[in-house]
T-cell receptor, first 118, second 110 residues
Framework: GDSVTQTEGQVTVSESKSLIINCTYS????????LFWYVRYPGEGLQLLLK?????QKGSSRGFEATYNKETTSFHLQKASVQESDSAVYYC???????????????FGKGTQLIIQP | EAAVTQSPRNKVTVTGGNVTLSCRQT?????MYWYRQDTGHGLRLIHY???????QIGDVPDGYKATRTTQEDFFLLLELASPSQTSLYFC?????????FGKGTRLTVV
């Protein structure tokens, strides 16, 4: 089946420092799945942070970016300078899309808790 | 703005109890989903539906039933709740790779 592996547990970064959360994927039903980063702030539902549906492309939002690397099957999330408001849980996910009969059902990584130190 | 509303937001029930979690979307989306989120597991798909009266089995369906009564409403049913079903449940709807989530229902089975 499909799977997503991301930096597990908790990552602590000092404010204004750079961030990387690693994500690799494996999709058995399709060569190039859609890739996503979702974020969940305390008390809120998951929000889409960014998505890339074309291999080789880069997505960006709110200062975060991730590049769809089909050679290494990776989709790492990066930010050059984090802020306290970035504290949240981040999820990497993939979908194989409705056109393949898979609906938009998402396969998630286990989530990474990001803590920003002032 | 797409909207998915879950109720209740918090629920405590006893082992063997009967629980229904509700989800309503006002997006006119065909697809709706129920996920559970547990520490160390990320989100896992329980059931999903592509329209009223339709139900598809997800990855962790055991112990759960679901029913899609209308385009807007999708219910998750636990008829004999067990402590292993203590979790945070998310409902979602989707269209064309855009998936919108509710704020979640925290269920505790004691």
């Amino acid at each position: 089946g499909d799977s997503v592996t991301q930096t597990e547990g908790q990552v602590t970064v000092s404010e204004s420092k750079s961030l990387i959360i690693n994500c690799t994927y494996s999709a058995t039903s399709i060569a190039y799945p859609n890739l996503f980063w979702y974020v969940r702030y305390p008390g809120e539902g998951l929000q889409l942070l960014l998505k890339v549906i074309t291999a080789g492309q880069k997505g960006s939002s709110r200062g975060f970016e991730a590049t769809y690397n089909k050679e290494t099957t990776s989709f790492h999330l990066q930010k050059a300078s984090v802020q306290e408001s970035d504290s949240a849980v981040y999820y990497c996910a993939l979908s194989v899309g409705v056109n393949t009969g898979g609906a938009d059902r998402l396969t998630f990584g286990k989530g990474t808790q990001l803590i920003i130190q002032p | 703005e797409a909207a998915v509303t879950q109720s209740p937001r918090n629920k405590v029930t006893v082992t063997g109890g009967n629980v229904t979690l509700s989800c309503r979307q006002t997006n006119s989306h065909n697809y709706m989903y129920w996920y559970r989120q547990d520490t160390g597991h990320g989100l896992r798909l329980i059931h999903y539906s592509y329209g009223a009266g339709n139900l598809q089995i997800g990855d962790v369906p055991d112990g759960y039933k679901a029913t899609r009564t209308t385009q807007e409403d999708f219910f998750l049913l636990l008829e004999l709740a067990s402590p292993s079903q203590t979790s945070l449940y998310f409902c979602a709807s989707s269209w064309n790779t855009e998936v919108f989530f509710g704020k979640g229902t925290r269920l505790t089975v004691v």
